[in-house]
């Protein structure tokens, strides 16, 4: 390590709280410092290269270092680097990005709400669905259904409607009404079912929990079409369009967590057009702005935000907001950005190389700790696991870690989330990108199998 990082190795062990981590373990540990990045590689202060095989967290669209983003950030930063958008004030970059992503939705989700993170989102999601409600004269209809693995966030409302344990315990969450409806991973939880039987069986459960519980005291249910942080979950054929009808009928709104799948990661413009639905209310973030800058957006329908405006009308206000909602220079950089998402048609590019890339790391199933290879687009979750049975192989999460860290020696940063080893490249990869990261993922495969034999684990 050279003198400078190891200043800042020190530096950090001694006063850093880094989100996600064992802290003990990385006062022991010391952190890996990223100096700098370009396209698909990112570099560590030992000069090392790696393939960013996660886009950062599931989130560079355009790459590392795209100078469009540089400059339309200086544009913004010269022009008016900040104001805020509260009591009728307003800036050009957030009117322009509102009206670009009211007419790249589908349905009627003409309406837009700025925040600076998807948790603030799902956060303002819980509120705006809440005040909608007390606003039509129905204050019991108030609870929410998601599901278990589903990730929505850590903040109070949107860590509730996570549902991961690590995000809930010694938190004191759930701390607002939801209900955990099960996973919808038919090689998990499919009890030697059909993808068919697997999927009427989860809407069954939908349709009795909403029975049991009233549908007159359910407000919303939130779902990501394909479950990202919760370890890359596929939902089976026929599930989004099913749970839609059941929202249509128990007059329930139906929120679409786009926060990963937004902007072409499924190789559409959203996950809902992938998965045939259309939500009331979808939220974005990640992608928007190449996470060059934080920003998040939430869009409902014209008639989510009727009922709420008719009421900002009787308070005279609508009680929530952030400083930094609609940034000027997050909102130039996001315009920026889905500009370049458009003229390089990296959405046609994700659908390609997606396809590319799953049929390459389909090939993994061949290894005996592999369980189960899926993912759909730029995306895929490789899952540690007995392939007949699902059963787990070692202690939960070992394998998928040691591959993790294989991996990265391998020169490929990629992501393990329990017993799942994540993919989710920048949409710029080329067919060479990606067949250098499955080769590299496999060599960790390889050698994480070895060592599982090894330690008599399989
Ligand atoms: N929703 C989803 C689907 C996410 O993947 C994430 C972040 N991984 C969030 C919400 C929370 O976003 P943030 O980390 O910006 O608060």
Not at 166 to 172: G, P, V
Not at 226 to 235: D, E, F, L, S
């Amino acid at each position: 390590m050279n003198k400078i990082s190891n200043s800042l190795a020190i530096s950090d062990q001694a006063h850093s709280i880094h989100p996600y981590t064992n802290m003990r373990a990385h006062e022991r540990d010391g952190p890996m410092i990223i100096t700098h990045g370009k396209g698909v590689h990112v570099y560590d202060s030992e000069g090392r290269e790696y393939i960013e095989g996660l886009g950062g967290l599931w989130s560079v669209a355009v790459g590392f270092s795209e100078p469009r983003l540089r400059e339309a950030a200086m544009r913004q930063m010269d022009a008016l680097p900040y104001y805020h958008s509260f009591a009728h004030k307003a800036h050009e970059p957030s009117i322009k990005l509102a009206e670009k992503l009211a007419h790249m939705s589908p349905g009627d989700l003409n309406r837009v709400f700025f925040t600076n993170s998807g948790s603030e989102a799902n956060d303002t999601v819980v509120k705006m669905v809440w005040f909608m409600n007390n606003a039509l004269g129905r204050p019991e209809k108030k609870k929410f259904l998601a599901r278990l693995k589903g990730y929505h966030g850590i903040t109070v409302a949107a860590g509730s409607l996570t549902g991961l344990p690590a995000n809930h315990k010694d938190f004191d969450l759930p701390a607002i009404p939801v209900t955990h409806l099960t996973c919808p991973h038919h090689w998990k939880n499919g009890q030697g079912e059909s993808e068919a039987e697997f999927t009427a069986r989860l809407l069954k459960e939908t349709e009795d929990t909403i029975l049991a519980e009233g549908p007159e005291t359910i407000a919303a249910f939130i779902g990501e079409p394909v479950m990202g942080a919760g370890g890359v979950i596929t939902p089976p054929e026929g599930y989004w369009p099913g749970i839609a009808a059941l929202c249509k009928k128990y007059d329930i709104l139906l929120v679409a967590d786009e926060v990963i799948n937004g902007f072409g990661r499924l190789g559409t413009t959203f996950g809902c057009q992938r998965y045939d639905f259309t939500p009331d209310i979808m939220v974005v973030s990640k992608q928007l702005t190449s996470s060059y800058m934080p920003l998040a957006a939430i869009m409902v329908s014209e008639q989510v935000y009727d009922a709420i405006a008719d009421n900002t009308e009787k308070l005279g206000t609508f009680g929530h907001g952030y400083t930094a909602s609609g940034h000027p220079v997050a909102t130039a950089v996001a315009l920026e950005n889905l500009a370049i998402i458009e003229e390089r048609d990296l959405i046609g590019n994700a659908a390609r190389m997606g396809e590319l890339m799953q049929t390459q790391l389909k090939a993994l199933e061949g290894n005996p700790i592999v369980g189960e290879v899926r993912g759909v687009g730029l995306i895929a979750g490789i899952e540690v696991g007995k392939k007949d049975t699902a059963e787990a192989i070692g202690p939960m999460g070992v394998l998928a870690k040691s591959v993790y860290m294989n991996a990265q020696e391998e020169g490929l940063i990629c992501r393990n989330v329990y017993d799942t080893v994540a993919l989710c490249p920048p949409l710029i990869v080329t067919e060479d990108d990606i067949t250098q990261m499955v080769e590299r993922l496999t060599r960790a495969f390889d050698r994480t199998a070895e060592w599982a034999k090894a330690e008599g684990h399989i």
